[in-house]
Protein backbone atom coordinates (compact mmCIF):
# COMPACT_ATOMS: atom_id res chain seq x y z
CA UNK A 1 0.00 0.00 0.00
CA UNK A 2 1.27 3.26 -0.85
CA UNK A 3 0.94 6.68 0.96
CA UNK A 4 2.29 9.47 -1.13
CA UNK A 5 4.10 9.53 -4.81
CA UNK A 6 6.46 12.14 -5.36
CA UNK A 7 9.22 13.20 -8.03
CA UNK A 8 11.95 15.13 -6.90
CA UNK A 9 15.18 16.77 -8.87
CA UNK A 10 19.07 15.60 -8.41
CA UNK A 11 18.91 19.30 -5.92
CA UNK A 12 15.93 18.40 -4.08
CA UNK A 13 13.32 20.37 -5.86
CA UNK A 14 9.64 19.07 -5.75
CA UNK A 15 8.21 18.50 -9.08
CA UNK A 16 5.23 16.04 -8.77
CA UNK A 17 3.82 15.37 -5.67
CA UNK A 18 0.67 12.59 -4.78
CA UNK A 19 -0.81 12.03 -1.49
CA UNK A 20 -3.08 9.01 -1.84
CA UNK A 21 -3.81 8.39 1.94
CA UNK A 22 -3.31 11.55 4.01
CA UNK A 23 -1.15 9.09 6.33
CA UNK A 24 2.21 11.69 6.48
CA UNK A 25 2.84 15.43 5.97
CA UNK A 26 4.34 17.26 3.26
CA UNK A 27 7.69 17.20 5.57
CA UNK A 28 8.16 13.82 4.27
CA UNK A 29 9.73 15.33 0.93
CA UNK A 30 11.99 17.60 2.97
CA UNK A 31 12.75 14.73 5.14
CA UNK A 32 13.48 12.19 2.14
CA UNK A 33 15.99 14.69 0.77
CA UNK A 34 18.37 15.35 3.61
CA UNK A 35 18.00 11.40 4.37
CA UNK A 36 19.72 10.74 1.34
CA UNK A 37 21.99 13.90 0.54
CA UNK A 38 23.05 13.24 4.33
CA UNK A 39 24.65 9.88 3.56
CA UNK A 40 27.93 9.27 2.67
CA UNK A 41 29.02 7.09 -0.93
CA UNK A 42 27.56 7.19 -4.52
CA UNK A 43 24.42 4.45 -3.48
CA UNK A 44 22.38 5.29 -1.27
CA UNK A 45 19.72 2.40 -0.14
CA UNK A 46 16.93 1.93 -1.39
CA UNK A 47 14.89 1.83 1.55
CA UNK A 48 15.46 4.06 3.97
CA UNK A 49 13.15 4.53 6.94
CA UNK A 50 11.56 7.76 9.41
CA UNK A 51 9.59 6.96 12.25
CA UNK A 52 7.15 4.69 11.22
CA UNK A 53 7.01 5.98 7.36
CA UNK A 54 9.79 3.69 5.30
CA UNK A 55 10.49 5.42 1.93
CA UNK A 56 11.51 3.40 -1.47
CA UNK A 57 12.90 5.56 -3.68
CA UNK A 58 14.81 5.00 -7.50
CA UNK A 59 17.36 7.14 -9.36
CA UNK A 60 15.79 7.62 -13.20
CA UNK A 61 16.65 10.48 -15.43
CA UNK A 62 18.86 12.19 -12.40
CA UNK A 63 15.58 12.25 -10.71
CA UNK A 64 14.05 11.13 -7.43
CA UNK A 65 11.23 8.66 -7.87
CA UNK A 66 10.31 7.74 -4.08
CA UNK A 67 7.65 6.11 -2.91
CA UNK A 68 5.92 6.06 1.19
CA UNK A 69 4.31 3.69 2.84
CA UNK A 70 3.41 3.23 6.67
CA UNK A 71 2.22 -0.56 5.96
CA UNK A 72 4.41 -3.90 6.01
CA UNK A 73 4.30 -3.44 2.19
CA UNK A 74 7.01 -5.58 0.24
CA UNK A 75 9.48 -2.87 -0.99
CA UNK A 76 10.56 -5.08 -4.16
CA UNK A 77 6.73 -4.83 -5.16
CA UNK A 78 7.46 -1.03 -4.57
CA UNK A 79 10.77 -0.63 -6.58
CA UNK A 80 9.29 -2.70 -9.00
CA UNK A 81 6.03 -0.28 -9.52
CA UNK A 82 8.49 2.72 -9.30
CA UNK A 83 10.66 1.45 -12.27
CA UNK A 84 7.42 0.34 -14.21
CA UNK A 85 6.22 4.48 -13.16
CA UNK A 86 9.23 5.89 -15.01
CA UNK A 87 8.88 3.86 -18.07
CA UNK A 88 5.16 4.68 -18.33
CA UNK A 89 6.14 8.66 -18.05
CA UNK A 90 8.91 7.90 -20.65
CA UNK A 91 6.85 6.16 -23.13
CA UNK A 92 3.95 9.11 -22.68
CA UNK A 93 6.44 12.03 -22.24
CA UNK A 94 9.31 11.03 -24.44
CA UNK A 95 11.62 11.40 -22.61
CA UNK A 96 12.73 10.97 -18.65
CA UNK A 97 14.67 14.60 -17.21
CA UNK A 98 13.38 17.30 -15.39
CA UNK A 99 12.70 19.69 -17.90
CA UNK A 100 10.49 17.19 -19.86
CA UNK A 101 8.70 16.26 -15.77
CA UNK A 102 7.88 20.13 -15.45
CA UNK A 103 6.25 20.41 -19.07
CA UNK A 104 3.96 17.78 -18.43
CA UNK A 105 3.33 17.66 -15.07
CA UNK A 106 -0.14 17.73 -15.81
CA UNK A 107 -0.03 14.39 -17.72
CA UNK A 108 2.09 13.07 -14.88
CA UNK A 109 -0.93 13.95 -12.40
CA UNK A 110 -3.03 12.23 -14.79
CA UNK A 111 -1.40 8.98 -14.83
CA UNK A 112 -0.70 9.02 -10.87
CA UNK A 113 -4.46 9.32 -10.90
CA UNK A 114 -4.94 5.99 -13.10
CA UNK A 115 -2.59 4.16 -12.03
CA UNK A 116 -3.08 3.94 -8.24
CA UNK A 117 -6.52 4.80 -5.97
CA UNK A 118 -6.41 5.11 -2.81
CA UNK A 119 -2.31 3.91 -2.19
CA UNK A 120 -3.21 0.04 -4.35
CA UNK A 121 -1.49 -0.17 -7.72
CA UNK A 122 -4.12 -0.78 -10.28
CA UNK A 123 -2.29 -0.94 -13.49
CA UNK A 124 0.71 0.16 -15.17
CA UNK A 125 -0.35 -0.93 -18.91
CA UNK A 126 0.04 1.38 -21.57
CA UNK A 127 -2.73 -0.42 -23.75
CA UNK A 128 -4.96 0.21 -20.58
CA UNK A 129 -4.02 3.53 -20.05
CA UNK A 130 -4.14 4.60 -23.52
CA UNK A 131 -8.18 4.24 -23.42
CA UNK A 132 -7.87 6.99 -20.48
CA UNK A 133 -5.31 9.24 -20.55
CA UNK A 134 -6.49 12.23 -22.83
CA UNK A 135 -3.75 14.96 -22.10
CA UNK A 136 -1.31 15.19 -24.71
CA UNK A 137 2.04 15.40 -24.38
CA UNK A 138 4.60 18.66 -24.39
CA UNK A 139 7.94 18.38 -26.41
CA UNK A 140 10.48 20.72 -25.86
CA UNK A 141 11.36 20.71 -29.73
CA UNK A 142 8.92 18.95 -32.73
CA UNK A 143 9.92 15.90 -33.57
CA UNK A 144 11.75 14.31 -37.05
CA UNK A 145 12.27 11.31 -37.68
CA UNK A 146 15.01 12.36 -39.95
CA UNK A 147 16.58 14.82 -37.50
CA UNK A 148 19.42 12.82 -35.51
CA UNK A 149 21.98 14.85 -34.89
CA UNK A 150 21.78 15.22 -31.13
CA UNK A 151 19.47 11.78 -30.29
CA UNK A 152 21.20 9.17 -28.53
CA UNK A 153 20.56 5.11 -27.90
CA UNK A 154 16.81 4.84 -26.49
CA UNK A 155 16.51 3.23 -23.35
CA UNK A 156 20.72 3.60 -22.92
CA UNK A 157 22.38 6.51 -21.10
CA UNK A 158 25.01 7.38 -23.90
CA UNK A 159 27.60 9.74 -23.07
CA UNK A 160 28.45 11.05 -26.48
CA UNK A 161 25.17 10.67 -27.85
CA UNK A 162 26.08 12.09 -31.16
CA UNK A 163 27.81 8.67 -32.25
CA UNK A 164 25.08 7.03 -33.40
CA UNK A 165 21.50 8.09 -34.89
CA UNK A 166 19.56 5.86 -32.40
CA UNK A 167 16.62 7.77 -31.07
CA UNK A 168 14.17 8.27 -33.22
CA UNK A 169 11.87 6.82 -31.10
CA UNK A 170 12.40 9.12 -28.12
CA UNK A 171 8.75 11.14 -28.86
CA UNK A 172 5.32 10.28 -26.46
CA UNK A 173 3.19 7.22 -27.58
CA UNK A 174 0.60 9.62 -27.85
CA UNK A 175 1.72 11.57 -31.12
CA UNK A 176 1.46 8.29 -32.89
CA UNK A 177 -2.31 9.50 -33.22
CA UNK A 178 -1.16 12.33 -35.40
CA UNK A 179 1.49 9.94 -37.69
CA UNK A 180 -1.16 9.22 -40.10
CA UNK A 181 -1.64 5.43 -39.66
CA UNK A 182 2.31 5.06 -40.36
CA UNK A 183 4.09 1.64 -38.90
CA UNK A 184 6.86 2.31 -36.64
CA UNK A 185 9.05 -0.12 -34.75
CA UNK A 186 12.73 0.74 -33.24
CA UNK A 187 14.89 -2.43 -31.86
CA UNK A 188 17.93 -1.94 -29.79
CA UNK A 189 20.22 -4.40 -28.69
CA UNK A 190 22.33 -3.50 -25.54
CA UNK A 191 25.03 -5.55 -23.95
CA UNK A 192 26.88 -5.42 -20.50
CA UNK A 193 30.76 -6.63 -20.67
CA UNK A 194 31.94 -7.71 -17.42
CA UNK A 195 36.05 -9.21 -18.39
CA UNK A 196 38.78 -9.71 -16.06
CA UNK A 197 42.42 -10.24 -18.15
CA UNK A 198 45.60 -11.69 -15.93
CA UNK A 199 48.69 -9.95 -15.83
CA UNK A 200 49.44 -12.23 -18.56
CA UNK A 201 47.19 -11.28 -20.99
CA UNK A 202 44.74 -14.12 -20.12
CA UNK A 203 41.43 -13.74 -20.00
CA UNK A 204 39.84 -14.60 -16.17
CA UNK A 205 36.62 -14.09 -16.74
CA UNK A 206 34.42 -12.77 -19.57
CA UNK A 207 30.49 -12.55 -18.90
CA UNK A 208 28.06 -10.69 -21.17
CA UNK A 209 24.63 -9.55 -20.10
CA UNK A 210 22.33 -7.91 -22.82
CA UNK A 211 18.46 -7.42 -23.94
CA UNK A 212 17.17 -6.55 -26.50
CA UNK A 213 14.46 -3.72 -26.41
CA UNK A 214 12.05 -2.77 -28.42
CA UNK A 215 9.59 0.68 -28.68
CA UNK A 216 6.98 0.79 -31.18
CA UNK A 217 4.64 3.22 -32.62
CA UNK A 218 2.25 0.94 -34.49
CA UNK A 219 -1.40 -1.50 -33.67
CA UNK A 220 0.14 -4.44 -35.84
CA UNK A 221 2.10 -7.75 -34.82
CA UNK A 222 6.12 -8.03 -35.75
CA UNK A 223 8.14 -10.37 -35.80
CA UNK A 224 12.06 -10.45 -35.81
CA UNK A 225 14.70 -12.82 -36.28
CA UNK A 226 18.03 -13.71 -33.80
CA UNK A 227 20.57 -16.46 -33.83
CA UNK A 228 23.40 -16.90 -31.66
CA UNK A 229 24.80 -19.18 -28.84
CA UNK A 230 23.50 -17.95 -25.19
CA UNK A 231 23.49 -19.42 -21.72
CA UNK A 232 20.69 -18.63 -19.96
CA UNK A 233 17.75 -16.31 -21.69
CA UNK A 234 14.25 -15.06 -20.37
CA UNK A 235 11.40 -13.26 -22.42
CA UNK A 236 8.44 -10.71 -22.41
CA UNK A 237 5.56 -12.54 -21.52
CA UNK A 238 4.16 -11.05 -25.50
CA UNK A 239 6.67 -13.13 -26.88
CA UNK A 240 5.59 -16.28 -28.88
CA UNK A 241 8.41 -18.96 -28.99
CA UNK A 242 7.07 -21.22 -31.45
CA UNK A 243 9.86 -20.92 -33.60
CA UNK A 244 12.41 -19.56 -31.23
CA UNK A 245 14.39 -23.03 -30.23
CA UNK A 246 13.92 -24.46 -34.30
CA UNK A 247 14.90 -20.91 -35.91
CA UNK A 248 15.49 -18.61 -33.89
CA UNK A 249 12.71 -16.12 -34.69
CA UNK A 250 10.44 -14.38 -32.22
CA UNK A 251 7.08 -13.47 -32.40
CA UNK A 252 5.18 -10.63 -30.55
CA UNK A 253 2.53 -8.15 -30.67
CA UNK A 254 4.09 -5.35 -28.80
CA UNK A 255 1.81 -2.80 -26.98
CA UNK A 256 2.97 0.98 -27.75
CA UNK A 257 5.60 2.05 -25.63
CA UNK A 258 8.97 0.44 -25.00
CA UNK A 259 9.66 -3.00 -23.98
CA UNK A 260 12.04 -5.42 -22.66
CA UNK A 261 10.97 -8.60 -24.96
CA UNK A 262 14.55 -10.73 -24.56
CA UNK A 263 17.16 -10.53 -21.61
CA UNK A 264 19.91 -12.91 -22.38
CA UNK A 265 23.55 -13.88 -20.76
CA UNK A 266 26.51 -15.60 -22.04
CA UNK A 267 29.35 -16.62 -19.88
CA UNK A 268 33.60 -17.03 -20.75
CA UNK A 269 33.31 -18.76 -23.79
CA UNK A 270 32.76 -15.39 -26.01
CA UNK A 271 32.67 -15.57 -30.13
CA UNK A 272 35.54 -12.67 -30.49
CA UNK A 273 38.73 -11.50 -28.22
CA UNK A 274 37.78 -8.81 -25.39
CA UNK A 275 38.04 -5.47 -27.15
CA UNK A 276 41.29 -3.82 -25.51
CA UNK A 277 44.75 -5.42 -24.23
CA UNK A 278 47.02 -3.09 -22.34
CA UNK A 279 50.68 -3.55 -22.30
CA UNK A 280 52.23 -1.32 -18.97
CA UNK A 281 55.36 -0.97 -18.36
CA UNK A 282 57.08 1.00 -15.02
CA UNK A 283 60.00 2.30 -13.63
CA UNK A 284 61.59 4.63 -11.65
CA UNK A 285 64.11 7.48 -13.32
CA UNK A 286 66.76 9.33 -12.20
CA UNK A 287 65.03 11.99 -10.03
CA UNK A 288 62.82 9.54 -7.93
CA UNK A 289 60.08 10.08 -10.36
CA UNK A 290 57.54 7.10 -11.34
CA UNK A 291 57.44 6.29 -14.92
CA UNK A 292 54.23 4.24 -16.37
CA UNK A 293 53.89 3.75 -20.27
CA UNK A 294 50.76 2.40 -20.79
CA UNK A 295 50.11 1.34 -24.33
CA UNK A 296 46.15 -0.05 -25.35
CA UNK A 297 45.29 -1.72 -27.89
CA UNK A 298 42.47 -1.58 -29.51
CA UNK A 299 41.22 -5.10 -30.69
CA UNK A 300 38.05 -4.27 -32.73
CA UNK A 301 37.40 -4.59 -36.20
CA UNK A 302 39.25 -1.51 -38.29
CA UNK A 303 35.90 0.01 -39.09
CA UNK A 304 34.55 -0.27 -35.78
CA UNK A 305 35.19 2.65 -32.76
CA UNK A 306 35.23 2.62 -29.50
CA UNK A 307 33.95 5.86 -27.55
CA UNK A 308 33.94 7.43 -24.25
CA UNK A 309 36.96 5.22 -23.48
CA UNK A 310 38.23 6.00 -19.85
CA UNK A 311 41.27 4.09 -17.51
CA UNK A 312 41.36 4.50 -13.99
CA UNK A 313 44.43 3.55 -13.07
CA UNK A 314 45.24 3.69 -9.52
CA UNK A 315 48.70 5.32 -7.96
CA UNK A 316 50.57 5.07 -4.99
CA UNK A 317 49.73 6.84 -1.99
CA UNK A 318 51.10 10.47 -1.45
CA UNK A 319 51.45 10.84 -5.08
CA UNK A 320 51.02 14.89 -5.90
CA UNK A 321 51.87 15.79 -9.72
CA UNK A 322 51.28 14.21 -13.25
CA UNK A 323 53.06 15.36 -16.20
CA UNK A 324 52.36 13.53 -19.17
CA UNK A 325 53.23 12.71 -22.65
CA UNK A 326 50.02 11.21 -25.18
CA UNK A 327 49.85 10.02 -28.22
CA UNK A 328 47.30 12.23 -29.70
CA UNK A 329 45.80 15.54 -28.86
CA UNK A 330 42.27 14.56 -27.86
CA UNK A 331 43.77 12.35 -25.08
CA UNK A 332 43.89 13.86 -21.79
CA UNK A 333 45.22 12.20 -18.25
CA UNK A 334 44.73 13.82 -15.07
CA UNK A 335 45.76 13.12 -11.21
CA UNK A 336 42.82 12.12 -8.91
CA UNK A 337 44.19 13.08 -5.88
CA UNK A 338 41.27 12.18 -3.50
CA UNK A 339 40.94 8.84 -5.27
CA UNK A 340 44.53 8.43 -5.61
CA UNK A 341 44.54 7.30 -9.15
CA UNK A 342 45.29 8.44 -13.20
CA UNK A 343 42.29 9.28 -15.53
CA UNK A 344 43.45 8.61 -19.28
CA UNK A 345 40.77 9.51 -21.37
CA UNK A 346 40.23 8.80 -24.91
CA UNK A 347 36.91 10.17 -26.75
CA UNK A 348 37.40 7.90 -29.82
CA UNK A 349 39.20 4.49 -30.48
CA UNK A 350 39.11 3.23 -33.84
CA UNK A 351 39.82 -0.66 -33.70
CA UNK A 352 42.75 -2.14 -34.95
CA UNK A 353 44.88 0.72 -33.58
CA UNK A 354 47.35 1.74 -29.97
CA UNK A 355 47.59 4.19 -28.29
CA UNK A 356 50.03 4.82 -25.49
CA UNK A 357 50.43 7.72 -23.04
CA UNK A 358 53.72 8.42 -20.89
CA UNK A 359 53.25 9.12 -17.59
CA UNK A 360 55.40 10.72 -15.55
CA UNK A 361 54.53 10.81 -11.25
CA UNK A 362 55.84 12.57 -8.57
CA UNK A 363 56.07 10.67 -6.00
CA UNK A 364 58.15 11.97 -2.33
CA UNK A 365 59.72 9.04 -1.03
CA UNK A 366 58.72 6.48 -3.86
CA UNK A 367 60.01 2.67 -3.41
CA UNK A 368 59.54 -1.35 -4.20
CA UNK A 369 56.58 -1.30 -2.00
CA UNK A 370 54.77 1.80 -3.21
CA UNK A 371 55.15 0.65 -7.39
CA UNK A 372 53.09 -2.55 -5.73
CA UNK A 373 49.99 -0.25 -5.63
CA UNK A 374 49.65 0.73 -9.05
CA UNK A 375 46.99 -1.05 -10.39
CA UNK A 376 44.45 -3.07 -11.57
CA UNK A 377 43.24 -0.96 -14.30
CA UNK A 378 39.41 -0.59 -14.51
CA UNK A 379 38.40 0.24 -18.30
CA UNK A 380 35.03 2.17 -19.40
CA UNK A 381 33.60 1.93 -22.62
CA UNK A 382 31.21 2.01 -25.22
CA UNK A 383 31.14 0.16 -28.65
CA UNK A 384 28.41 1.31 -30.82
CA UNK A 385 27.40 -0.46 -33.79
CA UNK A 386 28.80 -3.74 -31.70
CA UNK A 387 27.93 -6.69 -30.02
CA UNK A 388 30.42 -8.82 -27.99
CA UNK A 389 28.21 -12.03 -28.23
CA UNK A 390 27.87 -11.49 -31.87
CA UNK A 391 24.03 -11.38 -31.72
CA UNK A 392 22.34 -9.77 -34.89
CA UNK A 393 18.91 -9.02 -35.96
CA UNK A 394 18.78 -11.08 -39.20
CA UNK A 395 15.07 -9.63 -39.93
CA UNK A 396 12.32 -7.13 -39.16
CA UNK A 397 9.12 -7.58 -40.50
CA UNK A 398 5.63 -5.99 -39.64
CA UNK A 399 2.56 -8.40 -40.30
CA UNK A 400 0.04 -7.84 -41.39
CA UNK A 401 1.30 -5.24 -44.10
CA UNK A 402 0.33 -2.01 -43.44
CA UNK A 403 -0.45 0.68 -45.88
CA UNK A 404 1.73 3.86 -46.60
CA UNK A 405 5.58 3.98 -45.00
CA UNK A 406 7.04 2.17 -42.45
CA UNK A 407 9.62 2.92 -40.51
CA UNK A 408 12.10 0.11 -39.11
CA UNK A 409 15.31 0.86 -37.28
CA UNK A 410 17.62 -1.76 -35.61
CA UNK A 411 20.80 -0.41 -33.40
CA UNK A 412 23.55 -2.06 -31.13
CA UNK A 413 25.54 -0.98 -28.58
CA UNK A 414 27.77 -2.96 -25.91
CA UNK A 415 29.28 -0.81 -22.79
CA UNK A 416 31.94 -2.16 -20.03
CA UNK A 417 30.27 -3.11 -17.05
CA UNK A 418 33.28 -3.92 -14.86
CA UNK A 419 36.52 -4.39 -17.31
CA UNK A 420 39.18 -5.25 -15.43
CA UNK A 421 42.96 -5.26 -16.58
CA UNK A 422 45.47 -6.35 -13.44
CA UNK A 423 49.18 -5.72 -14.05
Same mark, same amino acid.
Given at each position: ????????????????????????????????????????????????????????????????????????????????????????????????????????????????????????????????????????????????????????????????????????????????????????????????????????????????????????????????????????????????????????????????????????????????????????????????????????????????????????????????????????????????????????????? @? $???????? %????? =? /? #? +?????????????????????? @? $???????? %????? =? /? #? +??????????????????
Amino acid at each position: MISQVFILSSKGDHLIYKDFRGEAGNDVVNTFYEKVTALTGDQPPVVMSHKDLHFVHVRQGGLYWVATTTADSSPFTIIEFLNRLTSLVKDYCGSLSEKSVQMNFALIYELLDEVVDYGYIQTTSSDVLKNFIQTEAVSSKPFSLFDLSNVGLFGAETQQSKVAPSSAATRPIQSSRDQGGKSEIFVDVIERMSVVVGSNGVVMKADVEGEIRVKCYMPSCSGYGAAVRVDECSFHQAVRLDEFDSHRILRLCPSQGEQTVMQYQLSDDLPSAPPFRLFPAFERDSTGRLLMLMRLRCDLPAKSSAINVSATIPVPKGSVSLSQELSSPDQSAELKLQSRCVVWQIPRF @T $GGTQLSAL %LKLEV =P /G #L +SSASMLEVGPVGLSFELPKFTA @T $GLQIRFLR %LSPVQ =P /G #L +SQRWVRYVTHSDSYTIRI
